[in-house]
Structure formats: structure tokens, C-alpha cells
């Protein structure tokens, strides 16, 4: 079955970074795009980057170009999230997701800027 396994997240001060990582199984990784979400308490899960199957064509959310670069690795069926210059306003848990038929989900990875 498919199975999406973040990790990465954590404590880190304003202005600083940290790479979140997904690794996934139970399906053809190298087929299908990918993306990152997050929710804040109180809000809607948002859309914060997506990338293509071949990891040739990139998308993100406007609160985030400049910042946070998503990649992947199709030989280790593994998708980066590379955050950089955080801000208190990306305090949120990190979603990776893939649409196969249907919608899945990892568990959630907690990112918390603070000083």
C-alpha cells in the first residue's frame, strides 16, 4: 500500500533552515507528482510546492518563491523540501502528498520558527 514517510522537521530560529524530507513506497514513485502541504492551527491545509514526476518542472506557493526549494530523487523514491530563510509564519506540520486515484497522506512532520 502507499505509504509516505515525512521527517526533518523541528525547533529552529527565524531566518534559519531545514530540510524536510518524504520517503515513499507502494508505488511507482518516478510516475507520479508530488507535493508539499502545511497546516497552521486554525487554517486550511495549503499548498506550499509541487514538483513533476521527473523533477524537470516546479511549483510554489507566492509566501514561499525565493525561500524553499523542492526536489526529489527518483532512485530513492525520496522528495526534499528545502527551507531556507524561515520565518515564524512557516510554523506549521509539513504534508507530503501524491494523488493515485486517490489522495494520500503522510503523517505530518511539526516545523516550528521561533526565538
Known amino acids: 500500500q502507499v505509504q509516505l514517510v515525512e521527517s526533518g522537521g523541528g525547533l529552529v530560529q527565524p531566518g534559519g533552515s531545514l530540510r524536510l524530507s518524504c520517503a515513499a513506497s507502494g508505488f511507482t514513485f518516478s510516475s507520479y507528482w508530488m507535493q508539499w502541504y502545511r497546516q497552521a492551527p486554525g487554517t486550511e491545509r495549503e499548498l506550499v510546492a509541487r514538483?513533476?514526476?521527473?523533477?524537470?518542472?516546479?511549483n510554489y506557493a507566492d509566501s514561499v518563491k525565493g525561500r524553499f526549494t523542492i526536489s526529489r530523487d527518483n532512485a530513492k523514491n525520496t522528495m526534499y523540501l528545502q527551507m531556507n530563510s524561515l520565518k515564524a509564519e512557516d510554523t506549521a506540520v509539513y504534508y507530503c502528498?501524491?494523488?493515485?486515484?486517490?489522495?494520500?497522506w503522510g503523517q505530518g512532520t511539526q516545523v516550528t520558527v521561533s526565538s
Open positions: 502528498h501524491v494523488r493515485r486515484l486517490s489522495d494520500y
Open positions: 514538483i513533476s514526476s521527473t523533477g524537470s518542472s516546479t
